[in-house]
């Protein structure tokens, strides 16, 4: 079993930075797509940034030029540098892979990680 453990949330000021981490453990082959998601309160989730397993990026118009993915393959871990927050950013951060087992593949998401940005 294949499990996903966000880490790096918190509390922030309006201009601040934060660097969300996702680290995959358990018995899989490998791991292809990653991505975060956020969910605000009351709102649905939505994606936020996806990254190949060849390290292509794509962000949501929202956060482009603000946040930057990054993946490394060697530790099985997707971040999040979240720069320029702004409180609108606030959510419920998920950690989704596209994950390989003995016999097939499948979505995982983490538990989440809470970010709150402060006017």
């Known amino acids: 079993q294949v499990q996903l453990v966000e880490s790096g949330g918190g509390l922030v000021q309006a201009g601040g930075s934060l660097r969300l981490s996702c680290a995959a453990s358990?018995?899989?082959?490998?791991?292809?797509?990653m991505a975060w998601y956020r969910q605000a309160p009351g709102k649905q989730r939505v994606p936020v940034a996806g990254?190949?397993?060849?390290?292509?990026?794509n962000y949501a118009d929202s956060v482009k030029g603000r946040f930057t993915i990054s993946r490394d393959n060697a530790k099985n871990t997707v971040y999040l540098q979240m720069n320029s927050l702004k409180p609108e950013d606030t959510a419920v951060y998920y950690c989704?892979?596209?994950?390989?087992?003995?016999?097939?593949?499948?979505?995982?998401w983490g538990q989440g990680t809470q970010v709150t940005v402060s006017s």
């Open positions: 989704k892979a596209l994950v390989k087992g003995p016999s097939l593949y499948e979505y995982v």
């Open positions: 358990g018995i899989f082959f490998s791991i292809n797509d």
């Open positions: 990254i190949t397993s060849g390290g292509n990026p």
